[in-house]
């Protein structure tokens, strides 16, 4: 695929209004921004701010009380994690999530369960189309691990990968539904320096290369600074910053939050 | 040496027919995390089903073609095992879903109990004998290498055949299939699974599913043997010690261990049962069970729980 100039297009999500709360603990208030077309925002605030309760309340692991998630033109109160699944918007989890007992390849597969059409009745007999089908997503898987570079792997269970590396494989699932909004949460938590170089690479690439919009959640401050195009800022559940790293960086409730100011 | 043979080949056929009913624990217990207490009910019910089915459809339809009878009070059986598949997702499990395993758990002992009750209410609670139409004369094997031979039953052999073309097809369905891919995702973890737009629900009547035709499978074959009665339902309660040998998560291990429970027990009671005045046989299963959950509590083939503080 030829790399387009970087161009921000139209809002592709909308979070509005989003109030969410366990019991009496108030995790998310009243926090609205948008994500645009192939920008990649980045969402970050100090511990318990609410950032991954946001993610889950995207791609529908949480049900907020009040307000809603509009994605590409369809607005939802309670979104359901399979039909957001289905309409492109693909996830990586804080505590890596990995089916630990699969191997990297059969990981990555799982990622194109959405694309595969084959009923079970084929499956079950292991037949024609069924084959077919395998092999063709199989060519999709193996692009995706030579992009991220872990061929060596391949046939590995990644419950005995060492952690950088299960991190990668984790992308690769989430890269193989060839989604239009990536949810990255801490991508580079617990990463090395030479980890976190390649895992910025591999997120700009991908930004570049397929266009992808990207939303990450991330506590290294220059590598958020270096890779986003806009910065939210959430601190206590609720939203006090929104804008270019530039600026959000100077900003002075920003630093408050960062420095800790009482409350 | 040919009679320990003869005893150990008996043995291990009975090891057979544990074997399938705890495959269908392992099965719902990877994919869902849910101890089935219900198992043992769903052979009995399927069992029911089949056995009746068979007496019945002659009388409906008039059908004297016997197979013809057999294969579509198999196919009924099958399709009422889907239904009950069905029918436990959306009422006990999609309600539950998120619980501890243990709410899980007590709700599959509610299960259990109605599906006793209503499969005897529809089928009936007597004693059905099934006939299969498969021989179970006796035959004699291995007659040039020993005096003799070894004796065996020839319906015994035909239902391990049929144990493992079950066992192989399924083994070959979770590696190799989207579908079997989805299965062990969905074991390893859900939230990461429904991530990747796995239904967890559809997979879940899959996974009963499976079990169901398991079930049928087992309740067939035990049926046959033993007759249909409500005693099969008790079954499930063979298959916790094999579980506990093979690991609770293992397809092989249950495989294993239910040859290792049925050729240990049959060979301790012909071989120790004499010296201390017999009856091994009924409790060899749960001691060797308690010896496990003493020194390997995972089981030969189960995962070992490693929690890192």
């Known amino acids: 695929m030829a790399a387009p100039v970087k161009t921000v297009g139209d809002v592709l999500l909308k979070v509005e209004n989003i109030s969410l709360s366990f019991g009496a603990v108030k995790a998310i208030t009243d926090v609205s921004f948008e994500i645009r077309e192939h920008e990649i925002l980045a969402i970050i605030g100090p511990n318990g701010a609410g950032k991954s309760s946001m993610l889950n309340c995207i791609n529908g692991f949480y049900h907020p009380q009040e307000g809603a998630v509009t994605y ?192 | 040496m040919g009679f320990f043979l003869e005893v150990l080949i008996g043995g291990l056929l009975v090891g057979v027919l544990y074997s399938l009913v705890a495959l269908g624990f392992v099965l719902i217990f990877k994919a869902s995390g849910v101890f089935n207490f219900a198992q043992g009910a769903m052979v009995l019910l399927a069992a029911l089903c089949l056995v009746r089915m068979i007496e019945w459809l002659p009388k409906w339809f008039g059908l004297d073609n016997p197979a013809l009878v057999i294969v579509l009070a198999a196919l009924i059986s099958g399709v009422m095992m889907v239904g009950v598949a069905v029918i436990i997702e959306r009422l006990v499990l999609r309600p539950l879903v998120n619980q501890e395993g243990i709410i899980l758990f007590m709700a599959t002992l509610g299960v259990a109990y109605f599906v006793e009750g209503a499969g005897q209410s529809i089928f009936g609670s007597n004693v059905y004998t099934l006939n299969l139409g498969i021989p179970k004369d006796p035959v004699f094997l291995f007659e040039n290498l020993f005096e003799g031979g070894v004796l065996v039953n020839e319906f015994d052999i035909w239902s391990a055949i049929a144990a493992g073309i079950l066992v192989v097809g399924l083994a070959l369905f979770f590696q190799y299939t989207r579908t079997g891919r989805a299965l062990r995702a969905v074991a390893d973890d859900h939230q990461a699974a429904q991530s990747v737009g796995i239904p967890l629900n559809r997979i879940w009547v899959i996974v009963w599913t499976v079990a169901g035709i398991v079930a049928l499978v087992a309740g067939a074959v035990w049926g046959s043997k033993l007759s249909v009665q409500f005693s099969i339902a008790l079954l499930a309660l063979k298959a916790l010690p094999v579980l506990i040998l093979g690991g609770f998560t293992s397809v092989p291990g249950a495989i294993i261990g239910g040859l290792i429970i049925g050729a240990g027990e049959k060979l301790s009671e012909v071989f120790i049962g004499p010296l201390v005045g017999g009856g091994i046989e009924i409790w060899f299963a749960y001691g060797l069970a308690l010896v496990f959950l003493l020194f390997r509590p995972q089981g030969l083939f189960g995962e070992k729980i490693i929690e890192r503080v």
């Open chain 1, 72 to 263: 590409r033109g369809l607005k939802r109160h309670d979104v359901d994690p399979h039909e957001a699944a289905s309409r492109g918007i693909a996830r990586t989890f804080q505590n890596i999530a990995l089916f630990k007992g699969m191997t990297t390849l059969d990981n990555i597969m799982t990622g194109r369960n959405l694309k595969m059409k084959r009923g079970l009745f084929w499956q079950a007999l292991w037949a024609g189309p069924a084959i077919a089908e395998e092999i063709e997503h199989r060519r999709k898987v193996e692009d995706i691990i030579d992009f991220l570079e872990i061929q060596s792997v391949r046939k590995v269970p990644v419950g005995r990968l060492p952690y950088g590396l299960q991190k990668r494989v984790e992308l690769g699932r989430a890269l193989a539904a060839e989604p239009t909004l990536l949810l990255l949460d801490e991508p580079m938590a617990g990463m090395n320096l030479e980890e976190k170089q390649d895992m910025c690479r591999f997120i700009l690439d991908v930004n570049d290369e397929f266009g992808t919009t990207i939303c990450l959640i991330e506590h290294d401050m220059g590598v958020v600074m270096d890779i986003s195009d806009r910065v939210v800022v959430l601190d206590y559940g609720r939203k006090i910053a929104d804008g270019a790293p530039d600026v959000v960086r100077k900003d002075q409730a920003v630093i408050d939050a960062y420095l800790g100011v009482q409350h």
